[in-house]
T-cell receptor, first 110, second 114 residues
């Protein structure tokens, strides 16, 4: 089946720093989503981004489907950005379910 | 706002017990999902449902069953809990005829099986 790899696995930042999280996938996908899980376990959908670039405040995401990767950019990080960021893909071919990567754990210190 | 609630935040059970995890969503979503989350493995799909009384196996259905008698409620059942089912369980729901439309998650249930 499709493999979804996220890097780096762990990231520590000072407040105000910028960062880039990467998601590589091994096969064609119908769509790709980014999620944030806060330290209390709540998962929130950040982006639904099968291709192209989207921005939402300090966060933006780019998916290059032909090269099988997606990037999540966090600018001017804040302590509330801490948590785990997951990439999830729907494999092409009509499987109609999401496959999650292992996540990137981000800690932003004041 | 979409709201997905789960019956317990923390649960401790003994090996062999029957365990029910309940999930309720208030947005009339067709699709509901149960995942388990383990360190280093991300989220893995256990079961999902596209409609009332309908269920489909996900990637790791062994040892679990589900029930969807009403559109808003999706239950995960561990018939005989085992220690390897200690995990975080997350429920999600989504609108539409594609299970991969934007999914909304509940707060999770951390289950410990002793």
């Amino acid at each position: 089946g499709i493999q979804v790899e996220q890097s780096p696995p762990d990231l520590i930042l000072q407040e105000g720093a910028n960062s880039t999280l990467r998601c590589n996938f091994s096969d064609s996908v119908n769509n790709l989503q980014w999620f944030h899980q806060n330290p209390w376990g709540q998962l929130i959908n950040l982006f639904y981004i099968p291709s192209g670039t989207k921005q939402n405040g300090r966060l933006s995401a780019t998916t290059v489907a032909t090269e099988r990767y997606s990037l999540l950019y966090i600018s001017s990080s804040q302590t509330t950005d801490s948590g785990v960021y997951f990439c999830a893909v729907e494999p092409a071919g009509g499987y109609n379910k999401l496959i999650f990567g292992a996540g990137t754990r981000l800690a932003v210190h004041p | 706002d979409v709201k997905v609630t789960q019956s317990s935040r923390y649960l401790v059970k003994r090996t062999g017990e029957k365990v029910f995890l309940e999930c309720v969503q208030d947005m009339d979503h067709e699709n509901m999902f149960w995942y388990r989350q383990d360190p280093g493995l991300g989220l893995r799909l256990i079961y999902f449902s596209y409609d009332v009384k309908m269920k489909e196996k996900g990637d790791i259905p062994e040892g679990y069953s589900v029930s969807r008698e009403k559109k808003e409620r999706f239950s995960l059942i561990l018939e005989s809990a085992s220690t390897n089912q200690t995990s975080m369980y997350l429920c999600a729901s989504s609108f539409g005829d594609r299970g991969t439309d934007t999914q909304y998650f509940g707060p999770g249930t951390r289950l410990t099986v002793l």
